[in-house]
Nanobody, 119 residues
Framework: VQLQASGGGLVQPGGSLRLSCAASGSIFMIDDMGWYRQAPGKQRELVAIITRGGSTNYADSVKGRFTISRDNARNTVYLQMNSLNPEDTAVYYC??????????????WGQGTLVTVSS
């Protein structure tokens, strides 16, 4: 399974970006999909996660500003980021948990996309 993330870039404070991550390959079923981020000198942290049924969970620091969504038909997860501030600068990684035909759970990571918030 491969994850291809896109949508990062440079944005001014207060601006918006939309990240996308598409899963491809031998996929039986996708369970949770999520976004994590890692800022320079910091550990990777959860940003948002969405279950197959659409339930969501967000880090406190992004609640009310970020929205995670998914398209199950396209095996794609999105992260709409609004009201960005410099503290959101990080490499953003998408994450997917798949379920195999034998009911095993597998976790995959995308390659990361850089989001820089700066004036």
């Amino acid at each position: 399974v491969q994850l291809q993330a896109s949508g990062g870039g440079l944005v001014q404070p207060g601006g918006s970006l939309r990240l996308s991550c598409a899963a491809s390959g031998s996929i039986f079923m996708i369970d949770d999909m999520g976004w994590y981020r890692q800022a320079p000198g910091k550990q990777r942290e959860l940003v948002a996660i969405i279950t197959r049924g659409g339930s969501t969970n967000y880090a406190d620091s992004v609640k009310g500003r970020f929205t995670i969504s998914r398209d199950n038909a396209r095996n794609t997860v999105y992260l709409q980021m609004n009201s960005l501030n410099p503290e959101d600068t990080a490499v953003y990684y998408c994450n997917t948990v798949t379920i195999t035909v034998n009911n095993y759970r597998r976790t995959y990571w995308g390659q990361g996309t850089l989001v820089t918030v700066s004036s």
